[in-house]
């Protein structure tokens, strides 16, 4: 290998890089809108959730009820005397789910029994509907224990629960899915330019003939691909910088590691995506094919299952067998736990190591199909 | 003296397509070698393994005394090798190219800069230097990939087409450049599918269907037709039917139309007498002429094809009233502009009925887009297309129906069956019921495509594929045809049997619009309308065309020599009277 071949090469990739619009594009201004999108766009997060409430009963513990709803910040209440009224809106999606506090509520609960509450959700959100389920029966299960507590502390069998419940959320107190949404974009981000992009301008050289010219020089393969692999990392690098300064001043993502961490995750994870990338050019030589398996052997699995959108926990046994093989899903989890804990080595160092084992994987399997030669 | 290269028994095959046959040959220094056939023949497979990027499935190749196999770091050292399209990186810049090729090729210090010098003074690059490799012309780019083939020092030099897609003019500076790397004693093996370009070279090897048909000088071959190709000149027939008539003939091996007669080849040892006896009938006069190359390969290959048509004898004559009027098309001042790029200007002319008329220019003057303009396929910039007297801008369907087109590389669907892409076709042109069945039955017979029903067309020999293109265009009978570059990467032979269908169905009355660039297909036309750079250079006949070409040195130009003198001609106005261009 010469040092000077490969810094032509370099310099002449990096060239391209600079004058090529689409290059740009995918390096810079995709994900600048993919992380806008995550961070505003898609949210996993349920607030001011449009629900009706029907007091059937007048009575004050009903109203009292009533008012625990809407004194959430998660729900945003239309009070109701009948059910006939909210039908018809949650038909037309105008609300989300109603609550219906029954005419028998007092007397029952006067009658020291706990009156039935009735939820109705719209299904056809079943994250939505699950989530106001989930929550309103929080509400009414809190509201009875409160109740319950104040009637025993002013009775004169007076015991009260000495425990009080107090939750805390560790690593995103404030339960924001922005705050793993946008680390977890990155991986996307990387997953585009490392194998996508990769891929796109190997084949390009194959589809225009200059891999051919390449091939007739004395410069050796691995200077060929050297000369591909090194803009593109520095190039991976400088998305990484600017996605986390963009998560960092922009999001409000608090990046609780240090930066050199976070880099040299993205620098693990960057050798089995630009060793995916290369491989599918090596077997691909037509920009077309290309974009296609790139999409669908990178992007979709650094998508679905990275554990970025869906808990991998939550998969079948063999999908989640299969999670192990996607890079991304490691990169993901060291992105989280870079930003939301902090330099936490003993999660980082494993997730490193298995990036760098998936990517040895790729290049032993590409230095076997690349040879110099235009023979397939 | 040692050859450069020596091929021992190579052969070579693609899964269990053979692409070259075993063969010998030898490759010497200081010589152009001419690696001459048509597409398809195997010469890039050829030259990719005589540079070391392919290795032979049989036999032993060594080039400069390094075995292609096994040493290919020796090869990559010391051959120049300048692909198709000439490897060059497009957003880069023409210095930005060489000083990448220099570097890969370790060329540094005072070596570099005196190769740099040498190099651009060589290829007169010089002014361009900062110029973007994809901004320049095809001209420039096939000096550009010259240069970076040369940068290496070559003892071999290795152009894979180098004249595709360079206008006639820069084709010739290639061939001067060439001739002096020859004489410093470099060899230069120069692959081309245009038979006239073999008669430049030393030594030719001839390729088809991957097997040699010949190796040595070129007059070694066209030697062996002496006194059997001759020129029936000024008959009054028309030259059409005296060449079906000819074709006909079983002495006849080959014939072509020449300007306002034609020209025969008589097989080996038959007398001239039927050659008479035609001319005589047809009131022609007879001239032996000096045996050409591409005579000689036909005859290497069996001869051409009879001048039968079978589907001009089906289809009925063109009614004279179906055209109304005597103008077939019109191009009035059409221009067509992508951004900043001008792809057309003021491109202006008429075809009338029953003529066949030429568009002819290298890649990029902008025939197919004048063409396209024509048959409604672009919108013109400014300017207007009629065809039919129909304005193809107000009744864009009526005029599409009185034309047939027949794109380049033919657009047939090749996930459709041969039979399907009949009846796709058929449907498109607005046939339906018993008539769509008749003609799509009519054309299977007359095409002989029964065997072929079933297949995907891209699995057809050559020949075939272009009969059905020409089936899939000729099914709504269509007054008027146009022809985009029908016969690019056909073999001759092939081309002929073409053009027999062409000129029977103008017997018929069909006009029929051609582009190409073949230029020695101009002869087939009425008239050629000479396209370079977005312009219409000249238009006559190609007779008329040469005859504004000849000099006293060169009484009988060919179709090519005609376009450089006027290209140059045209050049010489514009610096004389630089405002004549913007009057």
């Known amino acids: 290998m010469k040092l000077r071949r490969l810094l032509a090469l370099v310099r002449k990739e990096s060239l391209q890089i600079v004058r090529d619009p689409s290059s740009i594009l995918i390096a810079f201004v995709l994900p600048t809108i993919l992380l806008f999108l995550f961070a505003y766009a898609v949210s996993l997060d349920v607030q001011d959730v449009r629900l009706g409430v029907v007091l059937e009963n007048d009575g004050a513990a009903a109203r009292e009820l009533a008012a625990e709803f809407a004194a959430t910040r998660y729900f945003d209440v239309l009070p109701v005397r009948d059910r006939r009224e909210v039908e018809g809106l949650v038909v037309a999606q105008k609300l989300r789910a109603v609550v219906v506090i029954p005419q028998d509520f007092d007397r029952r609960l006067a009658a020291g029994s706990r009156p039935a509450v009735q939820v109705l959700t719209d299904g056809s959100q079943p994250n939505t509907a699950s989530f106001i389920a989930g929550y309103a029966e929080g509400v009414v299960a809190t509201w009875f224990e409160s109740r319950k507590r104040e009637r025993a502390a002013i009775g004169p069998t007076a015991t009260g629960p000495t425990v009080a419940l107090q939750p805390r959320f560790w690593f995103n107190p404030e339960v924001e899915s922005r705050r793993f949404l946008v680390p977890g974009s990155i991986a996307i981000v990387m997953t585009t330019i490392g194998t996508l992009l990769t891929a796109l301008v ?13 091939f007739s020089t004395p410069s050796s393969i691995l200077e060929i691909l050297l000369g591909k692999l090194l803009p593109y ?12 300064l963009l998560a960092v001043t922009v999001f409000d993502v608090p990046l609780r590691g240090s930066w050199g961490a976070l880099l040299a995750l993205s620098a693990a994870f960057l050798v089995p995506a630009l060793g995916q990338g290369l491989l599918i050019s090596a077997l691909a030589r037509n920009q077309f094919i290309a974009a296609q398996v790139a999409v669908f052997s990178g992007f979709l699995p650094a998508f679905l299952l990275s554990g970025f959108l869906f808990e991998i926990e939550s998969m079948p046994p063999l999908i989640r067998a299969l999670t192990y093989l996607i890079p991304a899903r490691y990169f993901v989890t060291g992105l989280q736990t870079v930003f939301a804990a902090g330099d936490v080595w003993a999660q980082l160092g494993p997730n490193m190591l298995a990036m ?18 235009l023979d397939r | 003296m040692v050859a450069t290269v020596e091929i021992r028994g190579l052969a070579k095959r693609f899964g269990d397509h053979p692409a070259l046959h075993p063969f010998d040959a030898t490759i010497e220094a200081g010589r152009l070698t001419g690696l001459v056939g048509p ?7 050829l030259l990719r393994i005589l540079a070391a990027l392919m290795a032979p499935s049989e036999g032993s190749v060594r080039v400069l005394g390094h075995d292609v196999a096994r040493e290919a770091v020796g090869i990559h050292a010391e051959v120049g090798y300048m692909p198709q399209r000439f490897g060059l990186y497009e957003d880069l810049s023409v210095m930005e190219n060489l000083r990448l090729y220099s570097h890969l090729r370790g060329l540094r210090g005072k070596d570099l800069e005196a190769t740099f010098e040498r190099l651009l003074s060589f290829t007169r690059l010089g002014p361009f230097t900062e110029r973007l490799a994809g901004r320049l012309s095809g001209g420039m780019k096939q000096k550009l990939g010259l240069a970076c083939a040369l940068m290496a020092h070559p003892k071999l030099l290795l152009l894979d087409e180098p004249s595709v897609g360079v206008d006639p003019v820069s084709r010739q500076e290639l061939w001067r450049m060439v001739e002096e790397l020859t004489d410093d004693g470099m060899a230069v093996v120069w692959s081309t599918a245009y038979l006239d370009e073999a008669e430049r070279c030393d030594t030719v090897i001839l390729l088809n269907e991957g097997r ?24 009054d027939d028309d030259r059409r039917t005296l060449l079906a008539k000819a074709l006909d003939l079983d002495g006849v091996r080959d014939g072509v139309i020449q300007g306002h007669g034609i020209r025969l080849v008589l097989a080996e040892n038959e007398p001239r007498a039927a050659v008479d006896e035609l001319a005589r009938g047809a009131g022609a006069a007879v001239e032996a002429v000096p045996p050409r190359f591409e005579d000689a390969f036909i005859d290497c290959l069996g001869g051409g094809p009879g001048g039968r048509s079978a589907i001009a004898e089906r289809m009925d004559p063109v009614e004279p009233d179906a055209l109304n009027g005597d103008v077939a098309v019109e191009a009035r001042q059409l221009t067509k502009r992508f951004g900043q790029f001008i792809a057309a200007e003021r491109v202006d002319f008429e075809v009338r009925r029953g003529e066949v008329f030429g568009l002819l220019g290298p890649n990029g003057a902008g025939k197919s887009t004048t063409f396209k303009m024509l048959c409604g396929l672009l919108e013109p910039t400014s300017g207007e297309a009629r065809v039919v007297s129909l304005d193809l801008r107000r009744a864009p369907s009526a005029a599409k129906r009185q034309l047939g087109y027949m794109a380049q590389k033919f657009s047939l669907y090749g996930l459709l069956s041969v039979r399907q892409n009949l009846e796709f076709y058929s449907g498109v042109y607005g046939l339906t019921g018993g008539r769509r069945r008749r003609r799509i039955e009519e054309m299977i017979e007359t095409f002989g495509l029964e065997r072929y ?46 053009w027999s269908h062409i000129n029977g169905l103008v017997r018929k009355g069909v006009t029929v619009l051609v582009t190409t660039h073949f230029m020695e297909e101009a002869e087939y036309c009425d008239r050629v309308a000479l396209m370079n750079r977005a312009r219409v250079i000249a238009l006559d006949s190609p007779d008329a065309l040469k005859a504004r070409a000849a000099t006293a040195e060169r009484p009988d130009p060919t179709m090519e020599e005609t376009f450089i003198a006027l290209i140059e001609a045209g050049e010489r106005r514009a610096e004389a009277d630089p405002a004549g261009r913007a009057a």
């Open chain 1, 202 to 214: 190997m084949a390009r050289e194959w589809e225009r003939g200059t891999m051919e010219a390449l």
């Open chain 1, 233 to 244: 990392f520095g190039l991976g690098m400088l998305a990484t910088l600017g996605c986390g």
């Open chain 1, 356 to 373: 760098l084992a998936v990517g040895a994987g790729f290049f032993a399997i590409t230095a076997r199909k690349t040879r110099k030669s």
């Open chain 2, 39 to 45: 597409d398809g023949a195997g010469k890039t497979t």
């Open chain 2, 212 to 235: 040699i048909e010949h190796d040595g000088p070129p007059e070694a071959l066209t030697r062996r037709l002496a006194g059997r190709s001759f020129r029936l000149v000024r008959p």
């Open chain 2, 453 to 498: 029903l079933g297949e995907s067309p891209e699995t057809l020999p050559l020949g075939y594929k272009q009969r059905l293109a020409l089936a899939c265009a000729l099914m709504h009978r269509p007054p008027v045809l146009f022809l985009d570059e029908p016969t690019s990467g056909v073999d001759p032979i092939t081309r002929r049997e073409f």
